[in-house]
């Protein structure tokens, strides 16, 4: 008969053995989904000064004009050219060189001016040139390159003819020159409401620094830590590694636009994964969420949600953690 002490320690080989087993499986899962449903991804190409070229999401680009007349203002951000007027409207023109940390425009009043939309705001970038656009699928789009500095202003890199493209963290880029448009309030919540969000376990996925911790942010501004990852393959680690513990995740809230997997691709993935199928999911996303509600329904999400108001993330998180409370998750 086997002594308790080597039965344990064959108990424990066991569990590792199948969660290594179940980790290949997710795996080999992930690269499927990768490989047959993958989604499709409209860039617009344009170059700096330097003739780096880079790229924008084109959904995040509302149109592209020659660079109009602009008001300069009394001591505004160093990255910010002036204001434009556009149909009546102002709107902030940002010197992309300056703001990434490469030299400005040799031509100040040349150019190209790229309109975004982007996390509840609009903005203009003003670029070199605008090149062309080009239609990818999400797997093409590759993580920044290992041991990429913090400082780095792109979320993932691609190749486009041969010709190595880096993607732009627009968010990275705002937050850089009007930091007070993400601060994170605390917020005081109802009895009811916060020993609601104490039983919800939550994993943010984002591969943009700084929207990574706007959530963070606001989360610890609650009273909650939450476990986070910059990629949908690391999210799936993270959830292997906690299944079965006590501090098993029930909610996922997940950036859409992401390198290699995006968030549509990654619940699609959890859905057909049995032991998370039933996790709650939040898509959180830069672009209009009006814009991605019936393609994150279709995808399986709970809800989605645009970026970034601290309140309506708040209210969601509530509402996911009704939710699991009801399903006893």
Do not use: W
């Not at 939309?117 to 656009?133: C, E, N, Y």
């Amino acid at each position: 008969m086997l002594k308790p002490a080597r039965r344990r320690s064959i108990t424990c080989h066991r569990k590792l053995f199948a969660a290594s087993r179940r980790r290949n499986t997710y795996s080999q899962k992930v690269h499927m989904s990768n490989n047959v449903r993958a989604d499709s991804l409209s860039l617009l190409l344009f170059t700096l000064r330097s003739g780096k070229l880079m790229a924008i999401n084109l959904l995040k680009v509302s149109e592209i004009i020659p660079c109009p007349p602009l008001t300069h203002l009394p001591e505004s951000h160093p990255h910010v050219k002036g204001i434009a007027t556009l149909r009546g409207s102002s709107l902030s023109v940002i010197d992309l060189s300056r703001a990434i940390g490469e030299r400005p425009l040799a031509d100040p009043d040349g150019g190209c001016l790229i309109v975004t939309d982007v996390s509840r705001s609009k903005q203009g970038l003003h670029v070199q040139a605008v090149s062309k656009i080009v239609h990818c699928l999400t797997t093409d789009i590759r993580p920044p390159p290992y041991g990429s500095s913090s400082k780095s202003f792109i979320t993932g890199v691609t190749q486009v003819d041969g010709v190595l493209v880096q993607v732009l963290d627009i968010e990275k880029v705002i937050h850089g020159i009007a930091p007070a448009q993400i601060v994170v309030q605390s917020t005081e919540l109802a009895k009811e409401d916060a020993e609601m969000l104490s039983k919800a376990r939550i994993l943010v996925v984002d591969d943009s620094q700084v929207a990574l911790q706007q959530s963070i942010i606001t989360l610890r501004n609650l009273g909650i830590e939450c476990h986070t990852a910059r990629s949908a393959k690391e999210a799936i680690d993270v959830l292997l590694d906690l299944q079965g513990t006590a501090r098993q995740i029930n909610v996922v809230v997940s950036d859409i636009e992401m390198s290699e997997m995006d968030g549509y691709a990654l619940t699609r993935t959890l859905r057909d994964t049995p032991d998370f199928s039933d996790l709650y999911i939040l898509l959180h996303t830069s672009l209009d969420s009006a814009m991605n509600s019936e393609k994150s329904q279709i995808a399986g999400a709970n809800a989605v949600l645009t970026k970034f108001s601290s309140p309506e993330l708040t209210k969601c998180l509530i509402e996911a953690a009704r939710t699991v409370v009801a399903q006893g998750l």
